[in-house]
T-cell receptor
Framework: QKEVEQDPGTLSVPEGAIVSLNCTYS??????FMWYRQYSRKGPELLMY????GNKEDGRFTAQVDKSSKYISLFIRDSQPSDSATYLC???????????????FGQGTILTVHP | NAGVMQNPRHLVRRRGQEARLRCSPM?????VYWYRQLPEEGLKFMVY????????ESGMPKERFSAEFPKEGPSILRIQQVVRGDSAAYFC?????????????FGPGTRLTVL
């Protein structure tokens, strides 16, 4: 079982739709949660960064963290064709050994927003 | 304010040759991370370095791979005697301090092709 599972693997929506992306994780030591966006053949770009459970909103993007369920989500409102990219969830921990600092990523969701 | 820089952006090597990938972190960042993205897979942590120190190399293959971050100059990821399975995108990220509390910013990546 992977430490971080992300779904869906691919998602196609019409322009203006609300997009929901999700990750579940098994390591309860994860405390920091991030969403990155990666355009084709580019490096990941940080979108959202949250610590502990709760919601965080930034423009059209909302990140949710539920540590009790080990579940995080990213919502995109009023999706645009320019949002078409791969979205990666990532997590890190500050506890234990020398592992803190490294990010553990989900497999990614390939999002297509069609006009 | 330059971001994380990586070079070369594309690198072609024949089996058995050496590959050297360079990463210059963002100004003011002293922590560097290397990740590998294989085709159809997510980003996988390889190594975490500070100046002149390897902090965590738990993701590095045991043979042929090495990394350094000297006092002066860029961080280097070296792959000796490359094989076809090393073909991937290699990303470097940097943070001002330990990534658990500070976010990591990624470079554009080096795409290695082994013929």
């Amino acid at each position: 079982q992977k430490e971080v599972e992300q779904d869906p693997g691919t998602l196609s929506v019409p322009e203006g739709a609300i997009v929901s992306l999700n990750c579940t994780y098994s390591n309860s030591a994860f405390q920091y949660f991030m969403w990155y966006r990666q355009y084709s053949r580019k490096g990941p770009e940080l979108l959202m960064y949250t610590y502990s459970s709760g919601n965080k909103e930034d423009g059209r993007f909302t990140a949710q963290v539920d540590k009790s369920s080990k579940y995080i989500s990213l919502f995109i409102r009023d999706s645009q064709p320019s949002d078409s990219a791969t979205y990666l969830c990532a997590m890190s921990s500050t506890s234990g050994g020398t592992s803190y600092g490294k990010l553990t990523f989900g497999q990614g969701t390939i999002l297509t927003v069609h006009p | 304010n330059a971001g994380v820089m990586q070079n070369p952006r594309h690198l072609v090597r024949r089996r058995g040759q050496e590959a050297r990938l360079r990463c210059s972190p963002m100004k003011g960042h002293s922590h560097v991370y290397w990740y590998r993205q294989l085709p159809e897979e997510g980003l996988k942590f390889m190594v975490y370095l500070q100046k002149e120190n390897i902090i965590d190399e738990s993701g590095m293959p045991k043979e042929r791979f090495s990394a350094e971050f000297p006092k002066e100059g860029p961080s280097i990821l070296r792959i000796q005697q490359v094989v076809r399975g090393d073909s991937a995108a290699y990303f470097c990220a940097s943070s001002p301090s330990q990534g658990g509390t500070d976010t990591q910013y990624f470079g554009p990546g080096t795409r290695l092709t082994v013929l």
